[in-house]
């Protein structure tokens, strides 16, 4: 494997831990005593207690956990298969099916992030709050993904 096939490869995992610091962690919206991502909605009393409960099962929440959930799974299945790929490609051969599976999680984490920046008004508490760093993490990762893709498609594989 050449150097730019390593180079990708580390591409890929950082777009993989970004896509699940940003699916699991608190922090879509954060406020003044308010925390909210995918999950669960957490606000901290003036006695320092965090009381959380379960988000809203509005549809368009619904949706989004489901884009996040699919980019995390294409993300995974693309990784998986750059290494069967790696082994079964001939030479001069493209990883096609690996950076298509990689173009599919950038337009997934891209759909989720979309939604959550038009509907979250809906969701937000009355509070004055703002995105948080799991949020632009999904945004980072929409890009960084998008990119590992295309490389993966150009990549040629070498011996």
């Given at each position: 494997?050449?150097?730019y096939c390593?180079?990708?490869?580390?591409?890929?995992?950082?777009?993989?831990?970004?896509?699940?610091?940003?699916?699991?962690?608190?922090?879509?919206?954060v406020?003044?005593?308010?925390?909210?991502?995918?999950?669960?909605?957490?606000?901290?009393?003036?006695?320092?207690?965090?009381?959380?409960?379960?988000?809203?099962?509005?549809?368009?929440?619904?949706?989004?956990?489901?884009?996040?959930?699919?980019?995390?799974?294409?993300?995974?299945?693309?990784?998986?298969?750059?290494?069967?790929?790696?082994?079964?490609?001939?030479?001069g051969?493209?990883?096609?099916?690996?950076?298509?599976?990689?173009?599919?999680?950038?337009?997934?984490?891209m759909?989720?992030?979309?939604?959550?920046?038009?509907?979250?008004?809906?969701?937000?508490?009355?509070?004055?709050?703002?995105?948080?760093?799991?949020?632009?993490?999904?945004?980072?990762?929409?890009?960084?993904?998008?990119?590992?893709?295309?490389?993966?498609?150009?990549?040629?594989?070498?011996e």
């Amino acid at each position: 494997c050449s150097s730019y096939c390593w180079e990708s490869l580390s591409l890929h995992v950082a777009v993989l831990v970004l896509l699940f610091v940003s699916t699991i962690v608190s922090s879509w919206l954060v406020g003044n005593g308010y925390s909210a991502d995918l999950w669960q909605n957490c606000s901290g009393p003036a006695t320092g207690t965090w009381q959380c409960l379960t988000s809203s099962s509005n549809e368009w929440l619904q949706s989004v956990q489901a884009m996040m959930i699919l980019s995390i799974i294409f993300s995974v299945l693309s990784l998986f298969l750059f290494f069967c790929q790696l082994f079964t490609l001939t030479k001069g051969g493209r990883f096609f099916l690996t950076g298509f599976f990689q173009v599919l999680a950038a337009a997934c984490v891209m759909a989720g992030a979309s939604i959550f920046t038009v509907r979250h008004t809906e969701w937000q508490t009355a509070e004055v709050a703002s995105y948080g760093f799991a949020y632009i993490l999904a945004w980072v990762a929409f890009p960084l993904a998008a990119i590992s893709g295309i490389i993966y498609i150009i990549l040629r594989k070498r011996e």
